[in-house]
């Protein structure tokens, strides 16, 4: 039997505990994987999963992704490359991914510094339990001593002083530790967010462990988008929160296989697992293998030959899923509430208004005059051209608006080309020319 | 052979009519239940979370569902949680759109309930959240290859309601002194909401709670409170505001911080009625509609602002909050307050200076239009930089207008009335009046300027000719 049949034998079996780690690197398949373990995963059985995945960013399920991600800096787009070598930033070798997963919250970073751990394990009354965190936060305690889960589930480490010995807590108790949970400047660190889903009699919790990600600095640019300002969506936000890496000065250098041992010895203690006659999956390849208690094994790409898997990873990673879902929100470049500083290309009279409904663009508003009649029949003009247009099948707005509208005067051609530059760059992520402010 | 049954009720030839684990069994009867309509609640998530965000529906009206199907996906803090059907039926209403809000223990959706209700299926229906167990029933032996298993023991065993155990250590949640503050007003810091850094409960929040705490025991809130003999007691009906209310009461309350200097006067309207009736009379161009008082006094407005610019301009104090400066706008975009079944709103007409007599009068109509039929757009709703509000279509003399926050001059006009008056020969004559209320920023704006660019407005509105000068 191959490989893929007898994971999923494995994976429907009552066997009570599994343990499983992905040698990918492919958020989409690692996703999938997780998803297929959530639904056909047997019910009372409680799974472990890790994985790392390449540099991404992964959006909650119900987020904007435009709200949420600067999507020039994420794209390379042949024609920004003379902006990006004028900066002194590393420039990210490959394209770094955007994924919406399934599960709630909000946005987070991945490389290959990051640990993901998920935990699929039985309901009670749809309340899904973070308990696990907890056990996360013993294996990490291995390593670094200062880590703790704090009220909202994640997992924090206190960057202050030792305290005084008659204030040390328990040290079986995961919410507290033995140093003070500030310095006066820093706030305690974020080293690992989670989120979860519940779905029937299964839930599931997953999360993230920065360990040592060389990204750290970069991550808050990737994360602020420049469209925000523009954009009013009832969608839910992030919570921002400033992130550390696990390994700092004071600690020794695990790297993320021995983190996720040791995270695996935790899972094997708390529900004091059985694992006779099973090699866990350790720094090499493990086959999967299984005793009564236990089943266990490493994953890879041989399993998308399970149909199911299959056809998740490509829905995950469909332009459609991360921009088309059922949701509302609006782009407008003068919104109601505030004043966003627009680029000084912009043309001052113009004003844009765009209504967008599942990825496509329902309504628009958009005029260059100050006068209201010709602003009205400029609307209609824009309108015509952009009614209904899907914006994930779109190259170019500038393209779109250049060809589409017809005006009269170099000025207003020169305005149409400035508002689909603008354009491009809030919901395309083309990042815009500085030598085009003279055209 | 079916001789597995235990239920003492049911009598070996009887059978349920699905093979659902957990399933009671019920009694074989021929007559179809009634339709009966229900609104199905949205249960407790737990973790004492009062309100999720929709993030899709599975169904639709007239969607049939059996039980256990999924209805929607909901996000409650960080986890989507999958509410699944306890009947089945057919779906009638869903009472939110993705994205809305949804409370808990309120409706989600009506259902059409097809199935017998047990007793303990009613508390998910329109009424309490608390979920009773039926001791009796025990669970069904033969199992739906399948359905999991689990969801079979909501509706047999009695069942405790456990939250998850939420144990916000008092410590890691707040300084030693909070935790003083909790012990000795006896409160447990788990009931608090933090406002501080990563949810930390700070001393403020302490004494908010215990104020809070002792108002909870007042008269309750719930919607319709049932009352045998109600000739003393008040009742009170909770209505949240609408969108529109609550945009009213942010903007009035950000409005209200800036100190006003109210300047009202009555101007002479005889000669601009006679003009008006003149015009709306004999029209001088083919098409030109019936002109109101309105516009001539946005004109007058305008003109007189070329004079004090002051009046039109924007206080910042974003920029720099220790160097508050004025911005001058050369665009005079009058907004006007209307006032529209969904409530206030002030839509504005862009470059009034610009504009003639009749054009405002177009652009009065036209927004009043769109107004009316909830169809104005945001470009019509910004970037106005002064109000008037002409209260006087509705009725009253005196108003003080309330300034828009981010302008520096509202006029606030009252209704025309006749009144009686003296002439230069001392004869009693009748006169046509009107008052003209100016409220302006107090903090930029000086009473002299408003004073003497009201009377330059007095001036256009008595004598008219006054602003034919003017014509470009």
Not at chain 1, 255 to 282: E, G, R, V
Not at chain 1, 407 to 432: N, P, T
Not at chain 2, 9 to 38: D, E, N, T
Not at chain 2, 101 to 124: F, K, N, Y
Request: overall charge neutral; glycine content about 4%.
């Amino acid at each position: 039997m191959s490989i893929a049949g007898r994971f999923s034998r494995l994976v429907t079996s009552p066997i009570k505990h599994h343990v499983y780690v992905s040698r990918s690197s492919d958020v989409a398949l690692n996703l999938s994987i997780e998803h297929y373990l959530f639904q056909r995963s047997h019910p009372a059985s409680t799974v472990l999963f890790l994985y790392v995945n390449k540099p991404c960013i992964v959006i909650g399920t119900n987020q904007n992704p435009w709200f949420e991600v600067n999507h020039a800096l994420t794209r390379r787009n042949a024609a920004s490359l003379d902006s990006f070598s004028q900066r002194d930033e590393p420039v990210p070798k490959d394209e770094i991914r955007v994924i919406r997963r399934r599960s709630g919250g909000g946005t987070v970073f991945h490389d290959l510094g990051n640990v993901n751990f998920s935990v699929i394990f039985p309901l009670v009354d749809k309340i899904v339990n973070y308990k696990h965190a907890e056990m996360v936060v013993r294996a990490i305690r291995k390593t670094n001593p200062r880590a703790r889960v704090n009220h909202r589930h994640d997992i924090v480490l206190d960057p202050g002083p030792l305290l005084d010995e008659s204030d040390w807590p328990d040290s079986h108790d995961t919410r507290r530790t033995a140093y003070a949970f500030d310095n006066g400047e820093l706030e305690p660190r974020k080293i690992s967010g989670s989120a979860g889903k519940a779905s029937g009699p299964r839930g599931l919790h997953h999360g993230t462990c920065l360990l040592a990600s060389p990204n750290l600095a970069s991550i808050s640019k990737y994360l602020c988008s420049p469209a925000a300002p523009f954009l009013v969506t009832k969608a839910a936000p992030s919570t921002p929160s400033p992130v550390a890496n696990i390994i700092s000065q004071d600690t020794p250098k695990p790297t993320t296989s021995m983190l996720q041992q040791q995270i695996i010895d935790a899972f094997i203690q708390m529900y004091n697992i059985d694992t006779t006659k099973l090699s866990l999956p350790h720094e090499s390849d493990t086959a999967l293998q299984n005793n009564k208690h236990c089943a266990t094994g490493t994953l890879d790409h041989t399993l998308l030959e399970i149909p199911e898997i299959r056809s998740g990873c490509t829905e995950i990673q469909s332009p459609e899923w991360l921009y088309e879902q059922k949701r509302e929100f609006t782009l407008s470049s003068h919104p109601s509430n505030a004043h966003p500083t627009l680029p000084d290309w912009f043309p001052p009279s113009a004003r844009i208004h765009l209504v967008i409904k599942s990825g496509l663009i329902t309504s628009s508003s958009i005029s260059l005059s100050r006068h209201p009649s010709i602003a009205a029949s400029e609307a209609v003009k824009f309108n015509a051209v952009l009614q209904n247009t899907r914006i994930i099948k779109l190259d170019s707005f500038r393209r779109l608006l250049d060809e589409g509208v017809s005006v009269d005067g170099a000025k207003q051609r020169r305005d149409i080309y400035r508002v689909g530059a603008w354009l491009d760059w809030m919901l395309l992520g083309h990042e815009v020319d500085v030598r085009m402010a003279n055209k | 052979m079916r001789s597995l049954f235990r239920s003492p009720q049911v009598a070996w030839h009887q059978f349920s009519r699905r093979p659902y684990p957990g399933r009671s069994i019920r009694p074989f009867h021929i007559s179809s239940p009634l339709a009966v309509i229900k609104p199905f609640l949205l249960s407790d998530i737990g973790e004492g979370i009062k309100e999720v965000q929709i993030i899709q529906w599975f169904v639709e009206p007239e969607a049939r569902v059996e039980q256990f199907d999924k209805l929607c996906e909901v996000q409650s803090d960080k986890a989507a949680v999958e509410i699944t059907s306890r009947f089945d039926g057919v779906i009638k209403k869903l009472h939110y759109e993705p994205e809305d809000m949804a409370q808990v223990g309120q409706p989600l959706c009506d259902i059409d309930v097809l199935s017998e209700i047990e007793p303990e299926d009613e508390t998910a229906l329109g009424s309490t959240n608390k979920q009773a167990g039926s001791p009796e029933t025990p669970q069904q032996p033969q199992k739906a290859a399948e359905r999991p298993q689990s969801q079979s023991g909501e509706a047999n065993k009695p069942l405790e309601v456990s939250k998850a155990p939420n144990t916000r250590d008092a410590s890691s949640s707040a300084t030693p002194a909070v935790r003083g503050l909790l012990k000795d007003l006896k409160i447990d810091i788990s009931e608090v909401t933090g406002t501080g850094k990563d949810g930390r409960v700070l001393k403020e929040d302490v004494q908010k709670h215990a104020s809070s705490r002792s108002l909870e025991s007042a008269p309750s809130s719930s919607p319709i409170p049932s009352q045998p003999n109600s000739d003393t007691a008040q009742t009170e009906n909770i209505i949240p505001l609408t969108p529109i209310q609550s945009q009213m009461f942010k903007t009035m309350t950000r409005s209200l911080m800036i100190p006003h200097f109210l300047y009202t006067d009555e101007l002479n309207v005889n000669a601009l009625s006679s003009l008006r009736h003149h015009l709306n009379t004999h029209p001088s161009l083919p098409d030109q509609q019936k002109l109101s008082y309105l516009p001539f006094i946005i004109k007058a407005l305008s003109l007189a602002l070329d004079n004090y610019p002051i009046l039109n301009a924007r206080v910042d104090t974003e920029t720099d909050a220790s160097r508050p400066r004025l911005v001058m706008r050369s665009a005079h975009n009058v907004g006007i307050a209307m006032d529209t079944p969904q409530g206030l709103i002030v839509p504005n007409i862009k470059n009034v200076n610009t504009l003639s007599i009749a054009t405002i009068a177009s652009e009065v109509q036209r927004l009043q239009s769109l107004a009316l039929a909830s169809k104005l757009t945001p470009a019509d709703l910004t970037g106005g930089t002064i109000t008037v509000s002409n209260i006087g279509s509705i009725g009253g003399t005196y108003v003080a207008p309330i300034l828009v926050s981010s302008e520096v001059a509202i006029l606030g006009i009252g209704k025309k009335r006749v009144v009686p008056a003296f002439d230069e020969a001392g004869n009693v004559v009748k006169r046509e009046v009107m008052n003209l209320s100016w409220s302006a920023d107090h903090r930029v704006v000086d009473g002299a300027t408003v004073a003497r660019c009201a009377e330059v407005v007095r001036g256009f509105v008595e004598r008219p000719e006054g602003m034919i000068v003017r014509l470009r």
